[in-house]
């Protein structure tokens, strides 16, 4: 077991408090541990997503919550599908989360070496042999939940002989799929993962960190409650499809005779329009249904980052989510929604305009021009005020206008004063129209007397609309996500069909012709604002000088605080 510094038994802290934590006490309080030790064990076969993210702050959260320490460690015993790409990708979200590691970033190929041989401690035990069965006999013998499973027909070979084999299997005498070593425990067990579960299987396959310095690699089940044991963790805390397996875990750990954690499972997180599956989300990629791992649409958590998402948004999420013992499905407007909540405290306010309509103020001075001031955010008094520039011709966003309004129509159309955001009262005096028939632009005059929106007759508008100067105007492209799937459930399909089946193809709408104030010309890539009335944008690292790229990561309308404000939703 690795070296773990003398603490003195940790205080908890009385907030927050849930099953996991109730037991960590308990086993303070008993003595059964005297410090807290965690872990987050991802494979790394993908990237993370919002689920992991749970489980992050699920470990990691307790671990600081009782002044313990917190690994980072790859589950890293699949050659087949791992990456270093993704060793990488994990890294960063987890940092980026805010969960700190230190120093404490381990691998489970580090302790090759170690497994094998307690491997061979269990056949000396017999309580390991090597079997010649392929995988599919290995499946037809193990039986099912209401009838014994069968015996290996190289059950009851000798020590000598499984310790020969196994290591001719480790020199690599034998091919692919052609033996494994297996634990000696009951065919007949209830728990069907105790009925002799493969323990390593032969792979000539290249590892992203260990070469070719092994030919058979560890199962998980077997290198998981090794790896706990090996770091010191105290409480090995899981998503519940681990549950069947915690006796198989045990089992090692004690017929090796050394130190156990304890596990504590959990329920993983299900949300709607969403699936928590790294292989389903492969599919994507692989199939280019998506951008890449980190496309903003993508439930990661480099997707999310990407579209605008905060950690501490995030955070704030999984702890609103809690911790239980039972599936449960969470609308994913609840993510949204701590999105909102997060950055309307911090997020810079700008005027941008989507689909831009030409405005012509015919009373202003031609070649004249203007700054005016804005407020930066009006949730944040210490966030100040910006200059924008103003002059004749504006843009507008063309759904403000309607040459024919429909009822409760309140912005601008023929005839009507509106405000100018931060500037004057705009009222509609012409239309403009190309040969087809469109309106290409609107021609106003304004009241000098309403300088900075307000009138000082106390005369009153019933709309308000955001604007950019045409003039000083920087030329942008927008990106508008929408979920990706259509359904709540994507998996919720008939047979022979497929999860893609619900891919909502309005998930993506790009705007090239967008027009933001001068002062986003050059933002770096994940500056986040909003533009007002539209909702909060995240630079991408698309954008280049003088050319911004802006993904929409949500609009302002919160449909789920507005369900909690109805008698229904109580």
Not at 202 to 220: F, S
Not at 307 to 322: L, N, S
Not at 390 to 408: G, N, Q, S, V
Not at 422 to 439: H, N, P, Q
């Amino acid at each position: 077991m690795k070296d773990v510094p003398d603490r003195e038994p940790a205080t908890p802290s009385p907030e927050p408090t849930d099953f996991i934590r109730e037991a960590v006490r308990q086993d303070l309080a008993s003595g059964r541990f005297a410090r807290v030790h965690t872990r987050f064990p991802p494979e790394p076969n993908g990237y993370l997503h919002i689920g992991h993210a749970k489980a992050v702050w699920i470990d990691y959260g307790i671990a600081r919550d009782f002044g313990g320490l917190f690994n980072l460690r790859f589950d890293d015993t699949n050659p087949v599908k791992e990456e270093q790409e993704y060793v990488d990708a994990i890294a960063e979200d987890v940092r980026w989360l805010g969960a700190e590691f230190g120093d404490r970033l381990f691998f489970a190929s580090d302790y090759f070496e170690q497994m094998y041989r307690w491997a061979e401690d269990l056949i000396r035990k017999g309580k390991a042999y090597v079997c010649d069965l392929s995988s599919v006999e290995v499946s037809a013998h193990r039986g099912t939940l209401t009838s014994p499973g069968k015996d290996s027909p190289c059950r009851n070979r000798s020590v000598e002989e499984n310790l020969d084999l196994f290591r001719r299997m480790r020199a690599g005498e034998f091919p692919d799929g052609s033996r494994t070593l297996r634990a000696r425990i009951d065919m007949a067990h209830p728990n069907l993962n105790m009925r002799d579960p493969v323990m390593y299987r032969i792979l000539h396959t290249e590892h992203h960190r260990q070469g070719k310095a092994w030919c058979i690699y560890p199962m998980y089940d077997w290198a998981h409650g090794l790896e706990d044991s090996i770091e010191g963790i105290t409480h090995s805390l899981c998503s519940l499809e681990y549950e069947n397996h915690r006796p198989l875990y045990d089992w090692f750990l004690e017929n090796l005779g050394i130190y156990r954690p304890r596990q504590i499972e959990f329920a993983r997180l299900n949300m709607t329009h969403t699936v928590m599956s790294k292989r389903l989300l492969l599919e994507l990629v692989n199939e280019g249904r998506v951008r890449g791992w980190d496309d903003p649409r993508m439930p990661t958590l480099a997707g999310l980052r990407r579209r605008g998402y905060t950690p501490e948004a995030i955070r704030v999420f999984c702890k609103r989510i809690g911790i239980d013992k039972a599936d449960s499905t969470v609308d994913v407007q609840l993510l949204e929604h701590c999105l909102r909540e997060d950055l309307n405290k911090r997020a810079p306010r700008f005027l941008g305009v989507l689909c831009p309509l030409k405005v012509v103020i015919t009373n202003y001075p031609e070649g004249e021009e203007e700054e005016l001031d804005a407020v930066n955010n009006p949730e944040d008094s210490a966030a100040g005020t910006r200059k924008v520039p103003f002059c004749r011709e504006l843009y507008i966003e063309a759904e403000d206008f309607a040459e024919t309004p429909p009822p409760k129509f309140f912005r601008l159309s023929p005839g009507r004063e509106v405000r100018l955001r931060y500037a004057y009262y705009i009222t509609c005096r012409e239309v403009v129209k190309d040969a087809a028939g469109r309106v290409v632009e609107v021609r106003c005059t304004y009241d000098p007397a309403t300088r900075g929106g307000d009138s000082p007759d106390g005369r009153k508008v019933k709309s308000t609309l955001h604007w950019v100067s045409a003039r000083h105007a920087v030329p942008a492209e927008a990106r508008l996500y929408d979920r990706l799937f259509t359904a709540s459930d994507p998996l919720d399909v008939p047979p022979g069909g497929s999860f893609k089946d619900h891919l909502n193809p309005e998930s993506l709408r790009v705007v090239t012709d967008c027009r933001v104030e001068p002062a986003l010309k050059d933002v770096r890539p994940g500056f986040i604002c909003q533009f007002e009335r539209l909702g909060y944008f995240c630079a991408d690292p698309d954008s280049a000088p003088g050319r911004p790229v802006f993904n929409r990561a949500v609009t302002l309308k919160d449909a789920y605080a507005r369900a909690q404000r109805t008698p229904s939703a109580v």
